[in-house]
């Protein structure tokens, strides 16, 4: 009796998930696709990431040569205070954090979306692989996840864009819980 409870409320997540998805691609079927002009310049300074978080610091090496607009789309709503103040909405043990939703819901984005760059990507989603969230393809926008463990059914599905570089915020990642804040985040050249 307790099993089949459970099997209900699995269902009805996923059924209430799945309506989510639905939701949100049609939403973002009408935004804007934004392709950014690549200045190199640019994208050369654009080498690390650190994610303030109530838990500690995940810090990132980004992977712009990879994912040039990923990149410099996630540097952009950072450096512009986006992500600041937002919460982990999504929080899978074993699985990702996902976080970069303005409303909290894992429904919302800044307004337009971004093509994927997963194509042949030699990257994959590992321990620590920093990705954005998605939809559906060429859906993306200012959702990311980073990853518990690895996850190959997501490779060549999700941009992964990034990966954390040490243990220490490997400890943070696994220490974030699902509502914790992202104080910030901070894009650097170096380390």
Request: charged share 30%; aromatic share 8%; glycine share 10%.
């Amino acid at each position: 009796m307790k099993f089949r409870l459970n099997l209900k409320k699995f269902a009805a997540r996923r059924d209430t998930e799945k309506a989510q998805n639905i939701n949100l691609r049609n939403k973002m079927k009408n935004d804007e696709l934004k392709i950014y002009d690549i200045d190199e310049a640019e994208l050369a300074k654009l080498k690390f990431a650190v994610i303030r978080t109530e838990k500690g610091d995940m810090k990132l090496e980004l992977y712009g040569d990879e994912a040039p607009q990923t990149v410099i789309n996630f540097a952009r709503l950072a450096k512009s205070g986006f992500y600041d103040g937002l919460n982990f909405h999504r929080v899978i043990p074993n699985f990702v954090i996902q976080g970069g939703c303005p409303d909290g819901t894992g429904t919302g984005g800044p307004g337009w979306r971004i093509k994927c760059e997963c194509v042949g990507q030699k990257h994959k989603h590992k321990r620590g692989a920093l990705s954005m969230a998605h939809a559906g393809r060429d859906t993306g926008g200012s959702q990311f996840f980073v990853c518990h463990s690895a996850q190959p059914h997501l490779d060549g599905v999700h941009t992964v864009f990034g990966q954390i570089t040490d243990e220490q915020s490997l400890k943070t990642l696994d220490s974030v819980r699902q509502g914790d804040k992202i104080n910030s985040v901070e894009i650097l050249e170096s380390l």
